[in-house]
């Protein structure tokens, strides 16, 4: 990405991201950084589309192990449990609005 921000030519290199490149990419140009905000028009919108995801996560469940356990390694089993809360919020929330 350096390579291709430092080959472009420019007066100012414009920065939108989520974190700050000009701390992780050396600018041989002057940058700004911008915020911004987005307006989804149209559907299906993406929360709609996450929720309906989270919600087909937590009626399909989980497989358990032998002993109850997940098969997955212990830190992907961790980030799952969280996804699994967000399901079951999720399908709650879908649940009442249906």
């Known amino acids: 990405m350096e390579k291709t921000i430092n080959a472009c030519e420019c007066d100012v290199v ?7 490149l000009r701390r ?8 700004v950084r911008v915020g911004y905000e987005l307006e989804e028009i149209g559907r299906p919108k993406l929360v709609d589309l996450i929720r ?15 002993r109850g356990g997940s098969r997955e390694a212990p830190a992907t089993s961790r980030a799952r449990g969280g996804m699994k809360k967000a399901a079951r919020k999720a399908a709650r929330v879908t649940r009442g609005k249906r």
Do not use: H, W
């Open 14 to 20: 414009v920065v939108a991201t989520p974190i700050d």
């Open 52 to 66: 309906e995801c989270l919600y087909r996560l937590a009626a399909s469940g989980e497989k358990q192990g032998p």
């Open 24 to 31: 992780l990419v050396n600018m041989k140009r002057p940058a």
